[in-house]
């Protein structure tokens, strides 16, 4: 008999090709938490399990189209990755206009691992302005946090940036520690969620390797569970169970970073 659809996850991010991040990744990672993901491609990409080569984005007007096509579906949560180009912004944030009081998580995908640079500071400015006041939880690294706040000075410590893109309308910021370790903490990674309400901090062992879309991986998990009705601590909080089982218990390719695996008997949360 056919089972009812799990909470659906419209999911706007680019493809990689290895399967780490992007689309691939979100996918899995939103079927193991229990949702079902519906996938807009914001861009291409040639890249390896180490850097990115080339991103071409997707034409604004085809993301919009696709959206049209599956708008019937009860979409439950939105989740945000690679924005490329200042088009594909306007179009992602038309396509969140059309599902009004659904939570937005958004991974701001600035920088790869390897290096190469994804955005420019007009189009994280235009992120701030357009998109930032859209988003009810960022995801992003320390790298990232700085990034988007060229208002601090260095400085400020990440709490100051946080509340820097909260008053820009964000309803949340998760900082990750992945990237950067705090002082003091080089055997774990913090994340420390800020909102107007309180701060919540958690620590995870930190693994040896390396990993190729963990930040993808974190997010659409937070994704999935807000989509099941889950409240935002919680859903931070059993999303990071998820990332770092799916970590901890990765693949290793030939080449490059490791690969999470986000198998739903493995990374159980």
Known sequence: MPQPLPPVVLVLAGHDP???????????SISACGGWAVTIPT???????????????????????MVDEIASMPVAAIK???????????????????FP????????????????????PELRQQYREQLLPMVDI???????LAMLTPECPPSDDDTARAVALLSLGCQAVLVSATDDPLPG????????????????????????ETFHGSGCTLSSAIAARLADGERLLIACEQAQHFTWHSLSQGYQPTSGQCLPNRSPHTSRF
């Open 18 to 28: 290895t399967g780490g991040a992007g689309l691939i990744a979100d996918s899995q």
């Open 43 to 65: 861009a291409l990409t040639v890249q390896s399990c180490q850097d990115v080569v080339r991103v071409m984005p997707t034409d604004a007007q085809l993301m919009v189209q």
């Open 80 to 98: 945000l990755g690679l924005i490329s180009h200042e088009a594909t912004l306007e179009a992602a944030v038309a396509i969140i206009r059309r």
């Open 101 to 120: 009081g659904v939570p937005v998580v958004a991974d701001p995908v600035l920088k790869a691992g390897g290096g190469a640079e994804l955005s420019t």
């Open 138 to 144: 960022l995801t992003p690294n320390r790298a990232e």
């Open 185 to 208: 903490n080089d055997d774990q990674v913090v994340l420390t969620l800020h909102s107007p309400d309180n701060t919540r901090q958690w620590q995870w062992p930190r693994l040896p």
